[in-house]
């Protein structure tokens, strides 16, 4: 399997993308890997902090995923249907392995799934236990205006669209920079055969 090393990578806000670092093929079987994980832990739709329901839809895989309900926000062992969370797809694994620059594993791998009017508003990721580690996140299907800002809400934003196949690695001071998906540009992949977007975010929570 795995890729070529990434034609092309680009800096943004501290972020590094490595734009196309998966081949179609590679993208094609990843998505299959990810269809396996929602098989076993369907995607369901978390509340934002303030009660909401959030217009993307998650599960994830790895030892812990990301759940929000009553008691918060938070990382747990368990999909909220009380099983565990089925193997992190090896494809993602292998990305991690090659783009890290850590020598540990991540624990947890967050699927998040856009249709054509989902969005994330800008927030930090500060809910792991060390910031030294980094997140890296795997775009698939429709392509997404990402923004980035600095570590203080309300600063300078920079955006860039992330494409099918694109890994980025947050690290270093970006770790805690602000970062949202502003909007989903609908059709402009067809490696999702209804469409929309899946991104895939491998972190070390402990
Ligand atoms: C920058 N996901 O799951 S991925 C998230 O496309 C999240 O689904 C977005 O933000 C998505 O928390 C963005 C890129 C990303 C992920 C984590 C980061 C950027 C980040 C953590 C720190 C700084
Ligand atoms: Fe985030």
């Known amino acids: 399997m795995e890729s070529e090393e990434s034609a092309l990578s680009v800096e943004v806000g501290g972020i590094v993308v490595h734009q196309e670092h998966l081949n179609a093929a590679d ?16 995607l369901f739709r978390p509340e934002t902090r303030s009660g909401k329901a959030m217009s993307v839809r998650m599960t994830s895989a790895g030892a812990f995923g990301w759940t929000s309900g009553r008691d918060g926000y938070r990382y747990a062992r368990q999909h909220p249907n009380g099983q565990e969370w089925p193997p992190m797809p090896q494809i993602a694994l292998d990305i991690w392995r090659s783009l890290s620059g850590v020598p540990c594993d991540p624990q947890s791998c967050l699927i998040n799934f856009y249709d054509a009017d989902a969005k994330m508003g800008l927030h930090q990721d500060r809910d792991e236990a060390d910031f030294d580690m980094p997140v890296v996140s795997v775009s698939l299907g429709d392509e997404a205006l990402f ?10 934003t ?13 690290g270093g ?6 970062h949202g998906i502003d909007r989903i540009r609908a059709g402009s992949s067809t490696l999702l ?6 991104n895939l975010t491998m972190r070390v929570v402990e």
């Open 27 to 42: 993208q094609a079987e990843l998505v299959e890997q990810v269809r396996r994980v929602v098989r076993a832990a369907p």
């Open 147 to 156: 923004r980035v800002g600095g570590s203080e809400r309300g600063g300078k």
């Open 158 to 170: 920079q955006s860039i669209w992330l494409k099918s196949g694109d890994v980025a690695v947050m």
């Open 173 to 178: 001071d970006a770790r805690l920079n602000f």
């Open 193 to 198: 055969p209804n469409g929309g977007r899946i």
